[in-house]
């Protein structure tokens, strides 16, 4: 059998081994036809095979990014006002204000990214400084983790949010001493204001579900799962026009749906059956335990250092969670759970146990998301239980570490951001971005994972949880594989499987750590086409 395709590079990561080797791929179709030396590939030459020679540099696995909000990412990235980088409240006010001057048609101005913990202000900023700017049109500012909101006088107005207004389940509309709202609205409460700017046309969700696509080819992710965004963002979904896309062989991306885990089995069973493709399907169910630390929301063992009169909290009382999962388990759902404080971890290990000895331990591949921070005596229930542990390695430089050194106590600092000890304890680890809260790019998270810098990028956070860059590779490739149960198609560079393969610009073993960062990608395939390809002079040779 001749290959359509053959591309050979002296760096080719199979994710077999811990280091890439000089080795040649060829492809027929959308599967990968061998893996072999260069002089071996001869044989499946033809007239019509088209050769790639990558000298030197990397030939990977396409990217499997495991934790993603697609419609919020196109929002967030392309419809809203980047806010990552200002300075204090009145910064980020003058940024809303000229982008709302260059977009006069904007009925709604969103933007994403502000926190105030880097601004050094100790208290959430509050309407009037935004009114001050703009106060003739709403304006919905998100927080860098995506758990609270920060809107004017008319958002609240248009949203009808007044002093007598009751918080939502798991939502606080915060108020000022005369109970009047801030301009706050935390969790649940930001889906108040999110009803009215989340009204997207059908053919405003087309153009962002593309945007996404040709984003994703871009950084050589090749697919992703698309996770429940939450209560506070319920609006943004895009289920339909995936579907759309994928009937009409448009996705060049591979979508795996992990809709809400509320008790509605009628539409869990509906998506079961409705979302089945290769390239789009339905693997689970996702939910949230708790919320952010910032936020207070994460759900502690202990109080907060600073705020002690709270631990947090969860989102639903333990026995309805647990009833969701023990019939969620027993239907043979996969779940994943939102867990960021040791609390809420141990609550999920916790459901998770107990529905096993109801319904007896199968390979379910439940799964705890983020665990920022966790027990160490809840470490070794992941394996027991056989829950799988997935972290997003660039969370741990999202935001300055006295964003939670300042909230927990002393004795948990080694078990902040854990990574490392998930891998020691022999999991198979699935890695992600949680984009848009971070950016896709997978440099990030590989670099982060083997230095462990933090927010300033010069010094190293918790030393002992650093990888290898094997491990991460593999991590974001065959670990999210295995995480939908498709570790047989994917996450690898062998014979039968699925031809989804990521070209980048360099060797990443052989460049210093740093120069991670700066690697770009030159090639993405998804089922053998390329949906992706720059400097194509300089990298294909046509025989």
């Known amino acids: 059998m001749k290959a359509d395709l053959i591309i050979q590079s002296k760096a080719v990561f199979t994710g077999l081994k811990e280091h890439p080797e000089h080795l040649a ?24 095979t088209r050769l ?5 540099k990397l030939v990977s696995p396409g990217f499997f990014d495991s934790h993603i909000h697609i419609m919020a990412g196109s ?6 006002v980047p806010l990552n980088d200002t300075l204090s409240a009145k910064d980020a006010a003058e940024k809303v204000k000229a982008y709302a001057d260059e977009h006069p048609d904007s009925s709604w101005i969103i933007g994403t990214g502000w926190d105030y913990t880097a601004w050094g202000d100790k208290h959430f900023p509050d309407r009037h400084i935004l009114d001050q ?44 001493g005369d109970g009047h709202p801030t301009g706050i609205l935390i969790e649940s409460a930001m889906s108040l204001v999110g009803e009215y700017a989340y009204n997207f046309s059908d053919e405003q969700k087309r153009k962002m579900v593309q945007l996404f696509l040709d984003h994703a080819a871009s950084f050589g992710v090749t697919a992703v799962n698309d996770l429940y965004l939450s209560r506070a963002h319920e609006q943004l979904e895009g289920y339909a026009t995936f579907k759309e896309f994928d009937e009409n062989d448009l996705l060049t991306v591979r979508i795996h749906l992990y ?13 079961r059956t409705t979302f089945t ?118 969370h741990m430089a999202l935001m300055p570490r006295e964003s939670h050194t300042e909230r927990v106590s002393k004795e948990k600092f080694p078990y902040i951001y854990p990574n490392a000890l998930f891998f020691k304890e022999g999991h198979v680890m699935p890695y992600s971005s ?8 997978p440099m990030l998270g590989l670099y982060h994972a083997v230095t462990r810098k933090d927010y300033s990028l010069e010094d190293t956070w918790n030393e002992q949880e650093k990888i290898t860059l094997a491990q991460a590779l593999r991590a974001y490739t065959y670990g999210s594989a295995y995480s939908v149960f498709r570790e047989h198609e994917m996450g690898t560079l062998e014979k039968g499987k699925l031809a989804d393969i990521v070209i980048l610009d360099r060797n990443l073993f052989h460049v210093p750590e740093k120069e991670i960062l700066d690697a770009k990608v030159e090639m993405t395939m998804v089922d053998g086409k390329v949906v992706y390809e720059k400097n194509t002079k ?6």
């Open 277 to 394: 493709s290769p390239k789009l399907k339905m693997s689970g169910l996702k939910q949230f335990i708790d919320g952010v630390v910032t936020g207070y929301t994460a759900y502690m063992l202990d109080v907060y250092k600073d705020k002690p009169e709270t631990r947090g909290e969860i989102g639903f009382s333990e026995e309805q969670l647990q009833e969701w999962v023990t019939a969620a388990d027993k239907e043979g759902y996969q779940i994943k759970f939102h867990t960021i404080g040791d609390g809420a971890v141990r609550l999920g290990l916790d459901l998770y146990e107990n529905a096993q000895k109801e319904n007896g331990k199968r390979d379910s591949r439940h799964t705890l998301e983020h665990i920022e921070v966790i027990a160490p005596e809840d470490i070794p229930r992941f394996k027991q239980l056989g829950v799988l542990p997935s972290v997003q390695p660039y």
């Open 52 to 56: 790639i020679d990558a000298g030197e």
């Open 133 to 176: 700017y703009i106060s003739d049109r709403p304006v919905f500012l998100i927080h860098a983790e995506g758990h609270y909101g920060w809107v004017n006088t008319k958002a609240l107005d248009i949203a009808n949010i007044k002093p007598d207004t009751a918080n939502p389940d798991y939502g606080i509309i915060h108020k000022d």
């Open 75 to 80: 929002l967030f990235n392309y419809y809203a």
């Open 25 to 48: 791929v060829a492809i027929k179709d959308n599967k990968i036809l061998a893996v072999c030396k260069p002089q071996e590939a001869n044989k499946y030459m033809s007239d019509e």
């Open 434 to 441: 949680d984009y848009p809260i971070v950016p896709l790019n």
């Open 259 to 271: 809709p809400p885990l509320n008790g509605d089995w009628e539409q869990a069973n509906e998506f």
């Open 538 to 543: 300089k990298l294909v040779n046509h025989p």
